[in-house]
């Protein structure tokens, strides 16, 4: 009878221990999350693994600011869980998730292409809530039409519908399969069912920038403006 009351002793108190020791480290990493401030109100700065750099800024409203190769943006949102941040920009075409560590963060970015990279940034102070500057780059393709080389050799013609949608000639043919988005003065391009990438900069009534396809391979591309409208 005193074994069976010592046994049943022994297992209330381990119990009791194992309890308290799971409490404990429950509440260790609520407090080390609780103990990671929010980066409303603050600016940070860095690169990523292009040799690109950024200027974030985190918007109480959770929206986003940033300064890029390309210029000023606002389309951009961030949300922040413990020590976890996140970052998406222009509808989501390119997303950003990290970890912040004191007054670093660090982590992977990807975008719609299949383009992935890695990024840091460091805490800089309270943000100066930066306006949006007049614009200066390029109005807009949408509407137009543009033509050009490859590093192939190889001759295109773009045509930029308003809908988002790409029609273009290349020798094999002509296509409708493409899409289009513009960034300030950055152009991304999808074609042959997104099979194929594009990425490049706009300056004036010129685009040039570097292409991809699914195989991995990579080239250089480029295109002059030809018209205001782009054929249907």
């Known amino acids: 009878m005193r074994t069976s009351f010592f046994l049943l002793s022994c297992l209330l108190v381990t119990a009791v221990v194992m309890a308290v020791a799971t409490a404990a480290a429950v509440t260790l ?12 109100g603050t600016m940070w700065v860095g690169t990523d693994s292009d040799g690109d750099h950024y200027e974030y800024h985190f918007m ?19 949300t922040q869980n413990g020590n976890e941040i996140y970052m998406e920009t222009n509808n989501r075409y390119s997303e950003r998730r990290g970890t912040i560590t004191g ?7 990807w975008n719609q292409v299949g383009l992935e990279w890695t990024w840091t940034a460091e805490k800089q102070g309270a943000t100066s809530a930066p306006e949006e500057p007049t614009p200066t780059g390029p109005t807009g393709v949408s509407g137009t039409t543009w033509a050009g080389s490859d590093a192939n050799g190889d001759n295109y013609e773009y045509r930029f ?11 094999s043919g002509f296509s409708s399969d493409g899409t289009w988005k513009q960034d300030g003065n ?13 990425k490049g900069t706009i300056q004036g009534n010129q685009m040039e920038g570097e292409a991809w396809n699914d195989t991995g391979r990579r080239w250089t591309w480029f295109a002059e403006r030809r018209s205001s409208r782009a054929p249907v």
């Open 29 to 40: 990493v609520e407090s080390a999350q609780e103990e990671v401030p929010s980066v409303a």
């Open 60 to 78: 109480s409203d959770g929206s986003l600011h940033y300064r890029s190769p390309t210029g000023f943006s606002t389309n951009a949102t961030w």
């Open 103 to 109: 007054n670093q963060m660090r982590g992977n970015g």
């Open 161 to 171: 519908n308003e809908d988002g949608s790409l029609h273009y000639e290349s020798p």
């Open 186 to 198: 950055t152009i991304y391009i999808l074609m042959d069912g997104g099979r194929v990438g594009r």
